[in-house]
Every structure is written in structure tokens, then in C-alpha cells.
């Protein structure tokens, strides 16, 4: 009963427990989540599921994990995360490390939800983008109205009868305005406190 309730808890939980034998197999233990049938070469069904090869990303890890499993029990180490292709489907996933009763275990865990960091940086990313883009139209604004900013002030310069003075003051005024809400735009916004 409590080993068929910690079989199920243990898939709802997106988690596999993997063990490494000393012949640097690696047998699963547990039910394993419809992700981990698909994102990995599970070797036919037998008492014990032989993975085929199905580590190559996590080579290094493993190296690593090596020195956890022979520091013992009270020894581990956790994997940065990592993706793993399922069908098409881009599966994050994250492993630790860890020494039970003398067993070199490999917990693998799917990231889902807050774990998953990929579309939150996916966001950034696409911010930074506009953000350059902005900038670009930006400095592709700002150089005419400096520019026009500085024919305007030329043409102040001269000699012109009221009625052209009128409208070469309005265009100064005009184009001061523009150079300055160009800048506006480049200067960073001011900072709320919460």
C-alpha cells in the first residue's frame, strides 16, 4: 500500500529515480511520467528498465555525481537545469545526485510552471529586442531634429521682416520642443518606490 501510494506520488511529481550499479548502468526504479518514456531510450520492459544511452547530455553531471555517490549518504549534488528533446516537445529537466543505503541514485525532475525560467527569459529577450528597435528609431529621429534644430537657428540669425521673424521663432520653438522629446525618450524612466 504505502509502496504503490509513493509510485504514484512520485509520478504525479513529475520525478524518476534512476539507480547507477556499479557497472555504470543505470536501471530506473520508479513508474516512470509519460515525458520520460518519450525523452528517452528506455530499453524494453523487464523487472529492471535498462537506459539505453539515454544520458548523453548529462555526461558531465554524471562525472560530478560520481564524487557524491562515493562521499555517501550525506552527500549530493544538484544539476543546473537542462532541455531534452520529447517528441518535439522541449522538456526542461533537472537531476540530483544522491547516496541511499549504499545505492548511487540519479533523481531526474521536470520543470514546470515557476521552475521553468525558459518564458520569463523568453520575454526578456523580446523586451530587450524592442528596446533596441526603440533606440534605433530613436537615434533615427534625433539626428534630422538636430538638424532642422540648427537651420532653424541660422535662419534666426538673419534679417527678416516681422512677419518672417513670427514664423522662424515658431519653427525654433517647435524644433527645440521636438530635440527635446526625443531626449525624454532616451532618458531612462524615474524610479517608483514600493
Do not use: C
Amino acid at each position: 500500500m504505502i509502496n504503490d501510494l509513493l509510485a504514484r506520488l512520485l509520478r504525479a511529481l513529475d520525478l524518476v529515480v534512476v539507480e547507477r550499479e556499479p557497472n555504470h548502468t543505470f536501471y530506473v526504479l520508479t513508474p516512470e511520467p509519460a515525458w520520460f518514456t518519450r525523452a528517452f531510450d528506455v530499453a524494453p520492459a523487464g523487472e529492471q528498465r535498462a537506459l539505453a544511452g539515454a544520458f548523453p547530455f548529462l555526461d558531465d553531471f554524471i562525472h560530478q555525481a560520481a564524487g557524491a555517490w562515493a562521499a555517501g549518504p550525506h552527500a549530493s549534488i544538484v544539476s543546473g537545469p537542462f532541455s531534452v528533446d520529447a517528441d518535439g516537445e522541449d522538456l526542461l529537466l533537472r537531476a540530483t545526485a544522491l547516496t541511499i543505503d549504499g545505492r548511487a541514485l540519479l533523481v531526474i525532475e521536470r520543470l514546470t510552471g515557476a521552475a521553468d525560467a525558459r518564458p520569463m527569459l523568453q520575454k526578456a529577450r523580446e523586451r530587450m529586442l524592442e528596446g533596441e528597435e526603440t533606440a534605433r528609431r530613436i537615434a533615427a529621429l534625433s539626428a534630422p531634429a538636430t538638424a532642422l534644430n540648427e537651420a532653424v537657428t541660422a535662419i534666426q540669425s538673419a534679417d527678416h521682416g516681422p512677419d518672417v521673424r513670427a514664423i522662424v521663432d515658431a519653427l525654433h520653438d517647435a524644433s527645440a520642443q521636438l530635440k527635446d522629446a526625443i531626449a525624454t525618450l532616451t532618458s531612462p524612466p524615474p524610479r517608483t518606490r514600493r
